[in-house]
């Protein structure tokens, strides 16, 4: 049985493409990608749809997530899709960042944000360096140290294919002091490629070497801006996950099905790196490792640092699933209650972000939510070195989620009243549009109107003086006849005789 939640990635939900009852066969959409920011799911096995419906779900809220259910068929059956890009060389970017999206690839150093969007973001800016980061996020992990081991060619195919898109003019992989089996590997598949641009970087094994910013602070000295990206200044960092999966998107076209997944702590028996596939119920993860050995404690997705507990062992592999890590009390004890803060500065002296945690932890405690964000709470990378330290036990990390939390949620509210404000002021000034072009009409009908019934009046009036006119040339030929009276006929002159006479008697013309 695998479960594949809808949302395994940073961004919108991925929509449904199937219903219950339907076969599917491994690498086929089950789910599409809904908005810019978001990702596909694939069936990572053949099978058929049982339900799709809340299960328990990997997060720190513990809250059930819409998921897609499959009852595997135990044959393993891949659709038959069309041979993949190997030509990648000659394919312009859109179209393989395309293909990456189709393919469903997040980031798999843990952050899960769509990879398609981070290159595409990163293709218009000038990429002078790329690092594939194969640096373990925290200690307990060492699920890329394994695969640098076992898939070095596959890592570096993955990064000519980055090249490929960003045109970078170096590139660095980063590896940790202790990664030396890992290092040979990866060298030998660097000499294969015969490209000197590629240079492998050991950094030191200090948490928390492998994020994205202190590992560019290390192997740069530059700073990422605060709020920023590291594409803001020329780099751009790939997890060599990452890079993998690429690779095996773009030349084989196998969309992100499966993950290399630590699993590890006193609380498993053999503990070791298993390749999962996605919807894999972390209780199966453990069995495969020999099942839990005694007195496990707790359950976390992630490392001791920034992993989170989850309530049961019927949650899947996502993902951004790095590590199940089982631990004891003896290895992990339960923090002693919250103390006072004493003011001692060791949480200041730990951050490798260079922020303030305690003047954080006093906004955020009182909800200062805008004086957080005036201390950078958004640079807070949530490593757990303060909260480490602290001497008061504050679970401080807990302080800063909830507050980024609140300020997600307050600006996504804010987004919704400014877009429904936009909306009511678009609809007025639309209907204002529309009574103004209205009224604007009548007033050219009206006056077309008034024109036509001028023209009807000076045809009237035209045809009354012409009337008169015609009258007048009568009257006047009558006139002028008396003159040429010797001209007539006795008879005429008797009747413009007779004529006369009546005039002068009744006053009026008597041929009118
Ligand atoms: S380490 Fe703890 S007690 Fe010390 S200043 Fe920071 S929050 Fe306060
Ligand atoms: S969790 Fe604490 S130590 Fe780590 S970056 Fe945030 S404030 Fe700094």
């Known amino acids: 049985m695998l479960v594949l939640p809808l949302l395994q990635h940073i961004g919108e939900v991925a929509e449904c493409l199937v219903t219950p009852g339907e076969r599917v066969l491994k690498g086929q959409m089950i789910a599409a990608p809904r908005?810019?920011?978001?990702?596909?799911?694939?069936?990572?096995?053949?099978?058929?749809?049982?339900a799709i419906e809340p299960r328990p779900y990997p997060h720190p809220s513990g809250l059930p997530a819409p998921a897609i259910i499959i009852e595997t068929d135990g044959k393993d059956e891949w659709l038959d899709s069309e041979h993949g890009l190997a030509n990648y060389h000659e394919i312009e970017a859109a179209r393989l960042l395309d293909h990456i999206r189709q393919s469903g690839?997040?980031?798999?150093?843990?952050?899960?944000?769509?990879?398609q969007v981070k290159l595409g973001s990163s293709v218009y800016h000038n990429i002078?360096?790329?690092?594939i980061n194969g640096a373990e996020c925290e200690p307990y992990l060492s699920c890329d140290n394994r695969l640098m081991q076992e898939r070095a060619a596959e890592i570096l195919e993955g990064v000519r294919i980055l090249q490929h898109l960003l045109k970078p003019d170096n590139c660095i992989i980063a590896l940790e002091n202790h990664m030396g089996a890992a290092r040979e590997a990866m060298q030998v598949a660097v000499d294969n490629t015969a490209d000197r641009a590629i240079n492998l970087v050991s950094v030191p094994d200090i948490y928390p070497s492998g994020g994205e910013r202190q590992l560019i602070r290390i192997l740069t000295g530059k700073e990422v801006p605060s709020q920023g990206f590291p594409a803001d200044i020329g780099i751009l960092c790939q997890n060599v996950g990452t890079a993998t999966a690429i690779y095996q998107a773009v030349v084989h076209n196998r969309p992100l099905v499966s993950r290399i997944v630590t699993v590890t702590g006193a609380g498993v028996k053999q503990p070791c790196n298993l390749e999962a596939l996605i919807g894999t119920p972390f209780l199966d993860m453990i069995t495969a490792c020999g099942?839990?050995?005694?007195?496990?404690?707790?359950?976390?997705?992630?490392?001791?640092?920034?992993g989170f507990a989850v309530n049961t062992d019927n949650v899947p592999v996502i993902k951004t699933t790095n590590c199940i890590l089982a631990v004891t009390r003896d290895e992990m004890p339960p923090p002693p209650p919250e103390q006072p803060c004493i003011r001692c500065s060791k949480c200041t002296d730990v951050c490798p972000a260079d922020l303030l945690p305690q003047q954080l932890f006093w906004h955020a405690r009182s909800g200062n939510l805008d004086a957080a964000q005036d201390y950078n709470l958004f640079d807070c990378i949530e490593c757990g070195c303060c909260a480490y330290v602290c001497p008061s036990h504050i679970p401080l990390v807990q302080y800063y989620r909830h507050s980024k939390a609140e300020i997600w949620t307050r600006d996504r509210q804010k987004q919704a009243?400014?877009?429904?404000?936009?909306?009511?002021d678009a609809r007025k000034a639309r209907l204002e549009r529309i009574k103004q072009e209205r009224a604007e009409r009548l007033a050219r009908k009206k006056q077309q109107l008034g024109s036509s019934e001028d023209t009807a009046e000076n045809t009237r009036k035209a045809a009354i003086q012409a009337a008169l006119e015609r009258v007048r040339r009568k009257?006047?030929?009558t006139e002028i006849a008396p003159k040429n009276v010797d001209n007539l006929t006795a008879e005429q002159q008797q009747r413009i005789h007779e004529v006369d006479e009546r005039r002068q008697q009744s006053g009026k013309d008597p041929e009118q």
């Open 35 to 50: 908005g810019d920011v978001s990702a596909p799911v694939h069936a990572s096995s053949s099978g058929t749809v049982v």
């Open 291 to 306: 099942g839990y050995a005694d007195r496990v404690d707790r359950l976390l997705m992630g490392g001791p640092m920034m």
């Open 105 to 115: 690839i997040v980031g798999l150093g843990g952050a899960g944000f769509p990879t």
């Open 475 to 477: 009257k006047a030929q």
């Open 128 to 131: 002078e360096l790329l690092v």
């Open 417 to 424: 009243s400014d877009i429904a404000r936009r909306r009511h």
